[in-house]
């Protein structure tokens, strides 16, 4: 049996738009403002650059070092197939290929079970369907970001890079409340984003007696 959640209405819009879905926690669920939203994405990228970044600078090292040789065209080539070739680059290569793999796994079991991405699960995000059901593998991974990424690329392509300045837009749709702050992804999954008010339990502190 899937888990349902019911929203808990914006009373600060002058249309009171939001429509009540059925769920087993009445209340305890609100629809999760901008910031909050951008600050889960945020995190989620500083995870990426993270993971990329000892890569990074192992790379530009090895640029700055053939920059400083003056090489011709020819000696540059040389130059870098011999650096990927080295056992410290392959290293480099290797664990950031093992690190990718397994935030990408991470990612994908927590967005399957909870709805929730790590940026999301740090700060009581979720992704719900607009009944209140958990929306599982093949909405949140498949249509929220594999088929979505898919509709950005074919477009962008078709369009001559064109459509993927058009894109860049779509992320302002959780301005616009009457939508349930719902972006394109969203309404190609029926989801929307919520925020788990059950997790904000207040911080207990113990002084010790003498």
């Known amino acids: 049996m899937q888990k349902q959640y019911r929203i808990k209405p914006d009373t600060s819009c002058s249309d009171r738009y939001i429509e009540s879905m059925p769920a087993l926690a009445d209340g305890k669920l609100e629809l999760a403002t901008p910031a909050y ?7 989620n990228q500083l995870f990426q650059y993270i993971i990329f970044l000892p890569i990074s ?5 090895a640029l700055f070092e053939a920059m400083e040789e003056e090489y011709d065209s020819d000696e540059l080539t040389e130059f870098f197939l011999d650096w990927l070739t080295l056992p410290q680059t392959l290293t480099i290569i290797c664990l950031t290929i093992m690190a990718l793999i397994i935030f990408t796994a991470w990612q994908i079991n927590w967005m399957t079970k909870y709805g929730q991405s790590i940026g999301k699960r740090m ?4 992704v719900i369907r607009t009944n209140g059901d958990n929306p599982g593998f093949v909405r949140n991974v498949i249509l929220r970001e594999i088929v979505y990424q898919l509709i950005v690329v074919i477009i962008g392509s078709l369009t001559l890079g064109i459509g993927y300045f058009v894109f860049m837009f779509f992320p302002a749709m959780v301005f616009i409340t009457k939508w349930q702050r719902r972006t394109l992804p969203d309404f ?13 339990k207040p911080i207990k502190v113990r002084i010790p007696r003498r």
Do not use: H, P, Q
Not at 57 to 61: D, Q
């Open 188 to 200: 190609l999954a029926d989801t929307i984003v919520v925020r788990d008010k059950i997790s904000e």
């Open 123 to 126: 700060l009581n995000l979720r």
């Open 57 to 61: 600078i192992y790379s530009l090292s």
């Open 37 to 43: 939203r951008l600050c889960a994405i945020t995190i």
